[in-house]
Nanobody
């Protein structure tokens, strides 16, 4: 069974940096888009950044210029480098990936369990 495991969350002061990692494991034939979402208390989950299998990236306006998404296809891992963090970045961050676990099936969407990022003012 394919799973995504996030790491790298924690507590940081405003203006600081954190790097999140998300590794996919299990039976994997290929991975399409990999993304990071976040959900703050009392708010809906929102897309933070995404990266295609070819390396094209997309960012939410609120994080452009501060966050960088990247991936290592050999390791089936996606990263989120977060700089100049603000208290409003506080949220649970979730990894998401479109994964194909069989050459006879299409891509399915897989979610990680989430990692908490807390930014203090």
């Amino acid at each position: 069974q394919v799973q995504l495991v996030e790491s790298g969350g924690g507590l940081v002061q405003a203006g600081g940096s954190l790097r999140l990692s998300c590794a996919a494991s299990g039976r994997i034939v290929s991975i399409n888009t990999m993304s990071w979402y976040r959900q703050a208390p009392g708010k809906e989950r929102e897309l933070v950044a995404g990266i295609s299998s070819g390396g094209s990236t997309d960012y939410a306006d609120s994080v452009k210029g501060r966050f960088t998404i990247s991936r290592d296809n050999a390791k089936n891992t996606v990263y989120l480098q977060m700089n100049s963090l603000k208290p409003e970045d506080t949220a649970v961050y979730y990894c998401n990936a479109e994964i194909r676990d069989s050459p006879f099936r299409g891509y399915v969407e897989v979610w990680g369990q989430g990692t908490l990022v807390t930014v203090s003012s």
